[in-house]
Every structure is written in structure tokens, then in C-alpha cells.
């Protein structure tokens, strides 16, 4: 079955060092690969988005690497800072016709000062 | 400019009961998505509308769960006869065209079934 996985256990880092998410995936050929973040109480907020035939994509602080090989992606943020404390989501968006987003399950990030 | 707005922001109701979320979209998308997410997942999408029309309503969980998009623009979620177990956060997303590209949520409607 199709399954995207993200580390389920929060991860802990000190202001200023970099952050690496991992989201891996099965079973799934995506056109696309999406992250969100969400702050409690709140909607996801994208952040960034890779297509297939690429492999790195920047934003500022934001770097997100798709490894259609590996089925992986990672997500960094640089120079982490306490105010990127959230849940980072992982979504895909087959290539088929459907255009819904499948969502991993999120994974918190702490950023301690 | 506004984002997408979802009321009631909470919904309390008792097993049994019908309820309805709304969600409005930003002015101008035509691609409006339904999600349902519980504590510690991730969204799972219901249904995904084009325009008017319900284009993947593959998600529903069952036949309890309905939405409409009359004009193309405020989506209504509708579940008949509540039970504890559709308990969670319901979220509204919108998209320029639904092609697949970056979705904007609104902040959810949290339903509680007692």
C-alpha cells in the first residue's frame, strides 16, 4: 500500500544549527513533492514545492533535495532560529489526475534558544 | 487579501445530530479541497471540487459525509447522523486551479461528537 513516512519522534536542535527533516515514501511515483508547515491550532502553510525532474530547491532558509531513486526527500532550514518551532508535513501529489495532496504525518521541530 | 475562512471554528454536537461546515475560499481560486485531520496525523483529504462540481470525492468515508460548492465559490461539509469517531479537525484548502500546485488552508473547524 501506499505509505509516506515521516520520524514521528520530535526533533530537538539548538538555535543557529541546521535542521534536516526527512520524509520517505512507498509505493508512490509523485509528480511532485510538497512541505507545509502548521503551527498548533492553526492550517498548514506551504512552504515549498519540487517537481520530479528536479532535484534541490531553495527559499531563503529553506532547502528542500527529492531523490525519486531513494523515494526520499529531506528539508533543511538553515541558521535555525526558536521562531521555526513547528510541525513540518510532507505531501505528494501523484501523477495521476488526482490532484488532492497525501500528507505524511508531520514531524515537530523544536528550536531551542 | 482575505484567506480562506472556515466557520464555526468550533462545533460541539451530540452522536446522532447533523452538522455543517463552511468554508470559504479565496475569491478567484477554483480548486477548493476538503481534509480531515486528527491529533498527530496528517490531513487526510475527502473530496476536491473543479468549479461547481465534485471532481474526486474518493476520500468520503462514507455515505454520512456530503459537500456541495453550489456557485463555485463557499463549500459546505455536511455529515449526517454524527458519531464520536468523526471527531476531529476539518480543513479547507483552495487552489488557483487545482493543477496540483501549493494549496492555502484555512484555520479549520474542530468538531466534537459527544
Known amino acids: 500500500s501506499q505509505k509516506i513516512e515521516q520520524n514521528s519522534e520530535a526533533l530537538n536542535i539548538q538555535e543557529g544549527k541546521t535542521a534536516t527533516l526527512t520524509c520517505n515514501y512507498t509505493?508512490?511515483?509523485?509528480?511532485?513533492l510538497q512541505w507545509y508547515r502548521q503551527d498548533p491550532g492553526r492550517g498548514p502553510v506551504f512552504l515549498l514545492l519540487?517537481?520530479?525532474?528536479?532535484k534541490e530547491k531553495r527559499k531563503e532558509r529553506l532547502k528542500v533535495t527529492f531523490d525519486t531513486t531513494l523515494k526520499q526527500s529531506l528539508f533543511h532550514i538553515t541558521a535555525s532560529q526558536p521562531a521555526d518551532s513547528a510541525t513540518y508535513l510532507c505531501?505528494?501529489?501523484?501523477?495521476?489526475?488526482?490532484?488532492?495532496?497525501?500528507f505524511g504525518s508531520g514531524t515537530r521541530l523544536q528550536v531551542q534558544p | 487579501g482575505a484567506g480562506v475562512s472556515q466557520t464555526p471554528s468550533n462545533k460541539v454536537t451530540e452522536k446522532g445530530k447533523y452538522v455543517e461546515l463552511r468554508c470559504d475560499p479565496i475569491?478567484?481560486?477554483?480548486?477548493l479541497y476538503w481534509y480531515r485531520q486528527s491529533l498527530g496525523q496528517g490531513p487526510e483529504f475527502l473530496i476536491y471540487?473543479?468549479?461547481?462540481?465534485?471532481?474526486?470525492d474518493s476520500g468520503l468515508p462514507n455515505d454520512r459525509f456530503f459537500a456541495v460548492r453550489p456557485e463555485g465559490s463557499v463549500s459546505t461539509l455536511k455529515i449526517q447522523r454524527t458519531e464520536r469517531g468523526d471527531s476531529a479537525v476539518y480543513l479547507c484548502?483552495?487552489?488557483?486551479?487545482?493543477?496540483?500546485?501549493?494549496?492555502?488552508f484555512g484555520p479549520g473547524t474542530r468538531l466534537t461528537v459527544t
Open positions: 484548502a483552495s487552489s488557483l486551479s487545482g493543477t496540483g500546485g501549493e494549496q492555502y
Open positions: 509505493n508512490y511515483s509523485p509528480a511532485y
Open positions: 519540487i517537481r520530479e525532474n528536479e
Open positions: 505531501a505528494l501529489a501523484p501523477d495521476t489526475g488526482r490532484r488532492a495532496l497525501t
Open positions: 475569491s478567484g481560486h477554483t480548486a
Open positions: 471540487f473543479q468549479g461547481t462540481g465534485a471532481a474526486d
